[in-house]
C-alpha cells in the first residue's frame, strides 16, 4: 500500500479519504502491472477510473465544505487544483482505453501518485495549521 503516515494530518474524516484515494491507486498500479503482461483490463480499468472520477469529485467537495466553514484564506487556489485534477481524470475516461490500455495506465499511475502525493503534502498541508489555529476537533 502506498499510503503512509506522513501523509496523515490527524484530522480522521481527512485522513480516511486520503487513505481512500491511495487504495484507489493501488488498484490501477495492480492493473499496470497486469496489462504489461498483456492481460486485457478494459473493464477493470475503465471501472477503477470511474470509481477514481466519483470518489475523488466527493472528497474534494467534502474538503472545500470543511475549508469554507472555517474561512481558509487560499480555498479558490485550492478548488483550482482539485478541478485540474478531477478534469484529468474525466479526460482519461474519454481516451481510447481498449487500444491504448498500457500507455494510458502507465501516464495515469505516474500522474496520480505524483499529483496526489504533492497535494497532501503541500496543498493539503497548509490547511492544517489554519485548522488547528482555530482549534478545531482532532483525534
Known sequence: MLWNDRFAFG????????KRLYELIDQINALEEDVKEGIDCYDEV????KELEDYTVYHFEEEEKLLERFGYEDLQAHQKEHDAFVLKVK???????????????????EFLLEWVSNHILYTDAKYVSVLKDRKKVFE
Open 46 to 49: 475503465y471501472a477503477v477510473l
Open 91 to 109: 479526460e482519461t475516461l474519454t481516451e481510447d482505453l481498449d487500444l491504448k490500455q498500457e500507455g494510458v495506465i502507465q501516464d495515469l499511475s
Open 11 to 18: 484530522i480522521a474524516e481527512v485522513d480516511d479519504q486520503h
